[in-house]
């Protein structure tokens, strides 16, 4: 079966400090890949997805990237936070056409 | 860009009773799902509508996809307290394209 995990859980950092979040999926091969940040009780705002290794598309312009340098694994990334950059951030699969969108558990990120 | 809008924001309502959450667009979907995310997890999905019109029944919930594929609904019967959550809306626009937008959401909360 298909797994999907993301970490850390929970984070605290200072602003201008780096970040770098992981996701990897287990149990299928060439996955969509998706980074959302979810501000508190709303909907999901998709920041990156990639359909294949090394191919990312930016959903809207940000202090943030992403990488993609294994076929199932996603790095959510930043050189310098801002307490802007603060929120939940979850980390989804998916495969085919129509098919779910699969969610890792998330990391809450806080801006110090 | 294609906006999602979910209506009620925020609904509370006794054990037992029915309720009605919208989702609505401007633009016609290609397909639309329904998630449902307990607080700090990731969002799980509860069904995906593909052709104008369809109805799909799970358990208690029913779904409905509007005609004209620019809208949906999601019916309760009997809420329980197992039910309360944040429901998400999600819609694809373009075949063969994986890039879901994501509603506001509806806060559901049943009073036991």
């Known amino acids: 079966s298909q797994t999907i995990h993301q970490w850390p859980a929970t984070l605290v950092q200072p602003v201008g400090s780096p970040l770098s979040l992981e996701c990897t999926v287990e149990g299928t091969s060439n996955p969509n890949l998706y980074w959302y940040r979810q501000a508190a009780g709303r909907g999901l705002q998709l920041l990156f997805y990639?359909?294949?290794?090394?191919?990312i598309s930016s959903e809207v312009p940000q202090n943030l990237s992403a990488s993609r340098p294994q076929d199932r694994q996603f790095i959510l990334s930043s050189k310098k936070l801002l307490l802007s950059d603060s929120g939940f951030y979850l980390c989804?699969?998916?495969?085919?056409?129509?098919?779910?969108?699969?969610f890792g558990d998330g990391t809450r990120l806080s801006i110090l | 860009t294609q906006l999602l809008e979910q209506s009620p924001q925020f609904l509370s309502i006794q054990e037992g009773e029915n309720l009605t959450v919208y989702c609505n667009s401007s633009?016609?979907?290609?397909?639309l799902q329904w998630y449902r995310q307990e607080p700090g997890e990731g969002p799980v999905l509860l069904v995906t509508v593909v052709t104008g019109g369809e109805v799909k029944k799970l358990k208690r919930l029913t779904f409905q996809f509007g005609d004209a594929r620019k809208d949906s609904s999601l019916h309760i019967t009997a809420a329980q307290p197992g039910d309360t959550g944040l429901y998400l809306c999600a819609g694809a626009w373009h075949f063969g394209n994986e890039k879901l937008t994501f509603g506001t959401g509806t806060r559901l909360t049943i009073i036991p």
């Open positions: 989804a699969w998916s495969v085919g056409k129509f098919q779910p969108q699969h």
């Open positions: 990639s359909v294949g290794i090394g191919q």
């Open positions: 633009s016609v979907f290609s397909s």
